[in-house]
């Protein structure tokens, strides 16, 4: 976890840190790692609240959803705290998980910058009213892997197929076996 910190102490308030941010932690923070923070935020690689949960990007494509980065405070409930930024991403219908995954890359990097900037600068966050509660379903690893090992052709529409070939194309998933053999 790459974490960013900033004391208090340097103000002579205490020994609490103000700030942390998690960058692609891929487990869930328990209430004592969240509260030991003023602010605790997640750079998450979805437009929140839609891109919520496991493997955004590959949910973005397969779905035909909003792409984008997000940068929220962490809260027990995974992808659901407040909203500090947002930016999309536009990909096209036949744009690859890998090609998507380097757009939000780098625009993570940049948002990474500008809220570590902002911060640096502000004595007190100030939270976007981006909507939180609603829309989006938190996606579990269970969905995507069922896809990945079990899809239903018969449910699918050939569409629907073709942009599930190209979810799975992202370079840290290890193609699944009806991929390779379509892709033949």
Do not use: C
């Not at 004592?32 to 494509?61: A, C, D, Q, V």
């Not at 509660?133 to 090992?149: A, T």
């Amino acid at each position: 976890m790459k974490v960013i910190e900033r004391r208090n102490k340097i103000r002579g308030l205490g020994e609490k840190p103000l700030r942390a941010m998690s960058v692609h932690w891929p487990d869930k923070f328990d209430i004592n790692t969240i509260e030991k923070y003023e602010y605790f935020m997640n750079i998450h690689p979805g437009y929140l609240p839609m891109g919520r949960g496991t493997y955004p990007i590959f949910w973005s494509i397969y779905l035909n959803q909003t792409a984008g980065v997000s940068v929220h405070q962490i809260t027990p409930k995974i992808d659901h705290g407040p909203i500090l930024a947002r930016s999309l991403i536009p990909f096209s219908e036949n744009e690859s998980a890998g090609e998507l995954w380097s757009k939000v890359f780098k625009l993570e990097k940049q948002m990474l910058k500008e809220t570590v900037k902002k911060l640096r600068f502000d004595k007190s966050l100030h939270l976007n009213s981006y909507p939180t509660e609603k829309l989006g379903p938190n996606r579990k690893k269970i969905e995507f892997e069922n896809l990945r090992d079990q899809p239903d052709f018969a449910l699918l529409s050939d569409s629907e197929i073709q942009r599930l070939i190209l979810a799975f194309t992202h370079p840290k998933f290890d193609l699944p076996d009806w991929v390779r053999n379509r892709q033949r």
